[in-house]
């Protein structure tokens, strides 16, 4: 099934740049080549092709996935990661070797054509998807409170990547949201950082019709979207969209999670400031020491990443804006650009789903910090509050501009 693309221009502001911190860019360039180093594993792409699955003991994760990349003949592969025409819709179902066999955060890669389900992750159905058959699929997925959790995945991914880490995530956060994965065309190539970002402005149009089908549905009450990476920047863009062509963001959409956001600070502020102050309350995971996000700063001309910046400074701000910042600093996890912990560290998994199961927008009299979880002892504390105004990297009062009086 395909749905037409239906994209609206609208003005966009500007904001003042904000200059992270020097670094140095002698060893930023060192850096930039560790990332390159460091990220350049091969990616399983030929595991999409579906085989039959009977053992009752494995978890199963039943996904709708939304796609603007172009299809593949090859149905292992399913979708490239060129840009495709439409926004095209699957049924992808995954099994879960079981809990004694895995550990939570952890993707089990086939290994082999006919891969064991109680020691891999497997693709037991991918079928397409017609409109008619998404709702009932809503229908039958998003529980009696007719949640769904949309997931919006990085730079670097290939479809099959999209598909087992969300697969892995729905499946550890234990989450009664029917799962929802929109993936755009990455070429899943470490060299490939301006295409796939371009690629996440070609496909604004598809997750905005993602949200906005998602919201008119009767069958969908609470709808929370969770994204990692530059996927946090289309999800921005996205939202602040739907917010200048209706007037609001849906209040449906109750919750927007910013895994480790590859979005200039700036911007982020601009943002936030267009989506108008009936917006969903958000929730950022940062980390000083993100060796991905100190790649894209570099890239990006020194310019400070939301996701990297050091927030501390901040804990004590109330929460005018409800933005909650979740610190990951100082978690572990297996990824060695520590860029993964939301996904991969298990107190982060259990943090992401407690964010979750809370009904309740956060307002300026609610309590200013949130104990969600913890890691070696050590309290991984959300700090509930960013407020724009201060989200620059200068205090001094030159850089701040006429947008803060919106706050």
Not at 5 to 24: D, E, I, L, Y
Not at 270 to 285: A, C, D, H, L, S
């Amino acid at each position: 099934m395909v749905i037409d693309p239906v994209q609206n221009a609208h003005a966009r502001g500007t904001a003042p740049v904000a200059r992270a911190s020097a670094t140095g860019w002698p060893r930023l360039a060192v850096l930039l080549g560790l990332v390159l180093v460091l990220s350049a594993c091969g990616h399983r792409s030929d595991v999409l092709k579906p085989m039959e699955v009977s053992d009752p003991t494995v978890g199963k994760v039943d996904m709708l996935v939304a796609t603007t990349r172009a299809p593949s003949d090859n149905l292992a592969l399913r979708y490239s990661g060129e840009r495709g025409e439409y926004v095209h819709l699957d049924n992808i179902v995954v099994s879960i070797p079981p809990a004694d066999r895995r550990k939570p955060g952890e993707i089990q890669w086939p290994s082999s054509a006919r891969p064991d389900p109680k020691t891999a992750f497997v693709v037991s159905k991918a079928n397409e998807m017609t409109q008619d058959g998404a709702m009932d699929w809503f229908r039958r997925t998003s529980g009696r409170k007719r949640r769904v959790l949309i997931f919006v995945h990085g730079f670097n991914t290939t479809y099959a990547d999209a598909v087992f880490r969300f697969a892995q995530i729905t499946h550890d956060i234990k989450t009664d949201a029917a799962p929802v994965l929109f993936t755009w065309p990455s070429r899943g190539n470490t060299l490939d950082y301006v295409y796939d970002k371009e690629s996440t402005i070609y496909s604004r149009f598809g997750l905005v019709t993602l949200l906005e089908e998602a919201t008119r549905s009767p069958d969908v009450s609470d709808i929370t979207v969770l994204a990692h990476s530059m996927g946090t920047w289309l999800t921005m863009e996205a939202l602040r969209d739907v917010a200048l062509k209706s007037g609001r963001v849906s209040p449906k959409v109750r919750n927007v999670v910013l895994a480790s956001p590859d979005i200039d600070v700036d911007v982020f502020k601009r943002q936030v400031i267009e989506m108008g102050e009936k917006r969903p309350r958000f929730t950022v995971y940062a980390s000083r020491n993100d060796l991905a996000l100190a790649a894209s700063t570099f890239i990006a001309g020194d310019v400070g990443r939301l996701g990297s910046v050091d927030l501390r400074p901040y804990k004590a701000e109330l929460a005018r804006e409800g933005i909650s910042v979740i610190d990951a600093t100082d978690v572990q996890q297996n990824d060695m650009l520590e860029h993964n912990a939301f996904a991969e560290n298990s107190d982060m998994l259990q943090a992401l789903a407690a964010r979750l199961a809370q009904q309740k927008i956060s307002t300026a009299g609610d309590q200013t910090a949130l104990d969600i979880a913890t890691t070696g002892g050590r309290l991984v504390r959300s700090t509930i509050s960013l407020p724009a105004k201060i989200v620059s990297m200068h205090n001094n009062s030159k850089n701040r501009s006429k947008i803060d009086s919106h706050f």
